[in-house]
């Protein structure tokens, strides 16, 4: 069945470090891809997605390429601030219905 | 707009009573979702809608849990009778049918406490 693997956490960062959150994909036919965040306290939102091989999702310094070839989707953004600690979630979906299947989420903490 | 509205946003009740949450989804949107979020568990999702139909139940975990959506702006999720271990945060999601426009917006989730 479809689904998707992400690394777990927590993961802590000092501001302005690198960031990359690993995720990987296991799926029938061709995927939509996306990462959604979660803030304290708040429901899930859309970060970017990707909806073909090769394209590039981008929001608020974030970045994910989808990557058929390794069946990946790794989040990175190159200056991380304090703001951006939140849960992450990996998730695709595919052509054959609506279900969206989310990763268990990585947890980011970012230290002024 | 207003987004996905839920309500209660939090709600604390003993074992055996009944609970009902309500959604108010996006308007236009033809989908809606029901999710369970805990930290054993992550974000599970509960069962899904499309155009007031149910489509997907497969993760409602047993019959003390049912779902409704009498018309297009509403929705609800009963847990009768509940028990401790239904504590989560409860999300419901809505969207636009459709693969170009398959984001899911999610409302901000009734936080329930089951003692």
Same mark, same amino acid.
């Given at each position: 069945?479809?689904?998707?693997? =992400?690394?777990?956490? /927590? ?17 029938? $036919?061709?995927?939509?891809l996306f990462w959604?965040? =979660? ?5 899930? =939102?859309?970060?970017l997605k990707a909806?073909?091989?090769?394209d590039k999702g981008s929001n608020? $310094?974030?970045e994910a390429t989808y ?13 991380? =601030? ?29 230290? /002024? | 707009? +207003?987004? !996905? &509205? ?5 709600? !604390? ?33 509960? &069962?899904?809608?499309?155009?007031? !139909?149910?489509?997907?139940? @497969? ?13 297009? @702006?509403? @929705? ?10 239904? @504590? +989560? !945060?409860?999300?419901? +999601? ?22």
């Open positions: 069945g479809n689904s998707v693997t =992400q690394m777990e956490g /927590p993961v802590t960062l000092s501001e302005e470090a690198f960031l990359t959150i690993n995720c990987t994909y296991t799926a029938t $036919g061709y995927p939509s959604y965040v =979660q803030y304290p306290g708040e429901g899930l =939102q859309l970060l909806t073909k091989a090769d608020k $310094g974030f990557r058929k070839e390794t069946t990946s989707f790794h989040l990175e953004k190159g200056s991380v =601030q304090v703001s951006d600690s939140a849960v992450y979630f990996c998730a695709l979906i595919t052509n054959r219905d609506d279900k969206i299947i989310f990763g268990k989420g990585t947890r980011l903490h970012i230290l /002024p | 707009d +207003a987004g !996905v &509205i839920q309500s209660p946003r939090h709600e !604390v009740t003993e074992m055996g009573q009944e609970v009902t949450l309500r959604c108010k989804p996006i308007s236009g949107h033809n989908s809606l979702f029901w999710y369970r979020q805990t930290m054993m568990r992550g974000l599970e999702l509960l &069962i899904y809608f499309n155009n007031n !139909v149910p489509i997907d139940d @497969s993760g409602m975990p047993e019959d003390r849990f049912s779902a409704k959506m009498p018309n297009a @702006s509403f @929705s609800t999720l009963k847990i009768q009778p509940s028990e401790p271990r239904d @504590s +989560a !945060v409860y999300f419901c +999601a809505s969207s636009l049918k459709g693969w170009d426009t398959d984001t899911q917006y999610f409302g901000p989730g009734t936080r329930l406490t089951v003692l």
